[in-house]
């Protein structure tokens, strides 16, 4: 069992909703010959809560302000060496009644440590620019996110097939994209929600 109470906030970051579509960051830095898809977000400072990293590295990645959204639940993945596992829901205790709630925590053991990173929901009625620090964003509906964490895809098909994309670099658009684990906890989360819906209205 994950004392979240005792674990301290290690990276933080936000799914930002933006008119229907979810920024993620695609990197130049291959991983397993694949061009990585990955959250917004990053390493929280010694200063920040959870909520504040998350706001400041959207800010410093795509030029966007953003404001919380508050989940209908805040999931738990126990352990984020094993992604496959179960994700559990939880009661989040924030440190004071301003701070927003996370959608996802997900707890990672180390050296006898827990370290938690932590993905919020966020809105913003702006739209993204490039940073220096991020060279490309996908700008995913949810069909987007399902498909990329269910089949094989290529940037090239991507785009193909409608997807949106800002770059401000030359991909190889014959790669395969690679969601990472906050895009894929994502995807679960959402079908999740989906399920739960459509069994209410039954």
Known sequence: MVDIQKARINTAGAYVCIQGLYPFAIGTKLHNGHIPVFRLGGH????ENGWQCAVREVYEETNLQISPLTPSTTYLLPDGDCTDTE?????WQHETEL???PMLVVAYHREGETLLSLMYLAQT????????????LLLLEK???????????????YLLGGGKALLNHEFDKNLFLEP?????????IL??????????HR
């Open 143 to 157: 069909g987007d996110i399902h498909r990329l964490c269910q089949e094989p895809m290529t940037l090239e098909q």
């Open 180 to 188: 990472f684990i906050q895009l894929r906890l994502l995807s679960r």
């Open 44 to 47: 929280r400072e010694e200063h």
């Open 87 to 91: 994700l559990e829901k939880i009661q």
């Open 125 to 136: 009625d702006e739209f993204p620019t490039l940073s220096s620090e991020i060279r490309g």
């Open 99 to 101: 701070e927003p709630i």
């Open 191 to 200: 079908l999740k929600e989906s399920e739960g819906a459509t069994a209410i």
